[in-house]
């Protein structure tokens, strides 16, 4: 068979597993064909290729980014783009997509796979947020690194008796925030969930100086107060209508140093979270997603997407996948606010 195989939307540890692992087996196994496109959904728009045989994906487990390139270009946003990736599928001889990406990219896929392109979706994304699957690779790896920066800020912090207000990746789910700031004991987490009381964070972190130490707070860049607009973004919106934010971690500082009387800083993690080598566990769930998939498309499957369901790979319908996003719940947040103060 003639495979396609693209990776969307932002980069994650992981997809080069991937790209691996669906290769490896559709030519060894199957003797299946592939079709690299470059950046995304561009890269079907213009037909613009990459060959895939064993010798590209030689050395790319370990490799953060994307071998493929990335890019957030939606179709559906552009006049005659849904047309334009049909024809080119067709003229290159697609006979099955493989697309790798969270909600927008998968979006995308989901309405092709109904126009009747045979689709086979993976699930990506750092912020852990895609609905029907426990989880996506790239999260484990982003936790890892945002751990470690909560355990040194916390040395440094106390040594300077200063709060230290930690920016985290997540537009609209908090779990980087919630994972990252129970590994690494935060004194308060903020997610986009739930909208906060800035008095109640002023609050845990005079508690926290009171105690002898020093406050660290954990906010995702979606988080927002419940009165007021600490939060910023630029303005600039990518082409499934997000707008690129970050700001918050610098205002809440600002806010909490104000009400507190000592120094507090921000710290914004940013893409650090989302470059370099993958863990452990995120090279092995990306690799069993890639087999899983190309298993899918030799079953003659459409319109799904691979998921993880407890330790099982499972095939789940990609228009369930993309409906809604899946958020922090109440009682998982509460867990994390037992150590708040
Ligand atoms: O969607 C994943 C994500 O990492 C979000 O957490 C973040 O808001 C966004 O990507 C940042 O994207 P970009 O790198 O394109 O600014």
């Not at 087996?25 to 299946?32: F, Q, R, S």
């Amino acid at each position: 068979m003639r495979i396609g195989i693209l990776t969307g939307g932002g980069d994650c540890p992981g997809l080069n597993a991937v790209i691996r692992a669906v290769v490896r087996k559709g030519i060894t196994e199957h003797g299946d064909e592939f079709v690299g496109f470059r950046d995304g959904w561009r890269g079907v728009l213009e037909a613009d290729t990459v060959p895939l045989d064993l010798g590209a994906i030689r050395g790319i487990l370990p490799r953060g980014g994307t071998v493929l390139g990335t890019s957030r270009t939606n179709p559906y946003g552009i006049e005659g783009g849904p047309d334009r990736v049909l024809a080119n599928l067709e003229r290159l001889g697609i006979e099955a997509l493989v697309p790798i990406g969270g909600e927008d990219t998968l979006g995308v896929a989901t309405k092709l796979a109904e126009a009747g392109v045979r689709v086979v979706g993976v699930p990506k994304t750092i912020d852990n947020d895609l609905d029907s699957t426990d989880y996506t690779f790239g999260f484990d790896t982003a936790v890892g690194i945002a751990m470690e920066a909560i355990d040194r800020l916390h040395t440094t912090g106390d040594s300077h008796h200063r709060t230290l207000v930690v920016e985290v990746m997540g537009r609209h789910a908090g779990w980087i925030a919630l994972h990252a700031g129970m590994a690494g004991g935060a004194n308060v987490v903020l997610i986009p969930e739930r909208q906060f009381d800035v008095d109640a964070v002023v609050a845990h972190c005079q508690h926290r100086f009171d105690s002898g130490y020093s406050p660290i707070v954990v906010v995702s860049e979606g988080a927002a107060p419940k009165e007021g607009d600490l939060a910023t973004s630029s303005g600039v919106k990518d082409a499934f209508g997000h707008v690129r934010l970050g700001g918050i971690g610098a205002a809440l500082a600002s806010v909490i140093e104000e009400r507190t009387g000592r120094e507090a800083r921000a710290v914004v993690l940013g893409h650090v979270q989302r470059g370099g080598t993958p863990s452990a566990f995120d090279r092995v769930l990306a690799t069993r997603f890639g087999l899983a998939a190309v298993d899918a498309v030799h079953d003659g499957q459409s319109g799904v997407m691979v998921a993880l369901r407890g330790t099982d790979i499972v095939r789940v319908p990609l228009a369930a996948a993309t409906a809604k996003l899946k958020l922090v719940p109440v009682e998982r947040y509460a867990e994390v606010e037992v150590f708040f103060g």
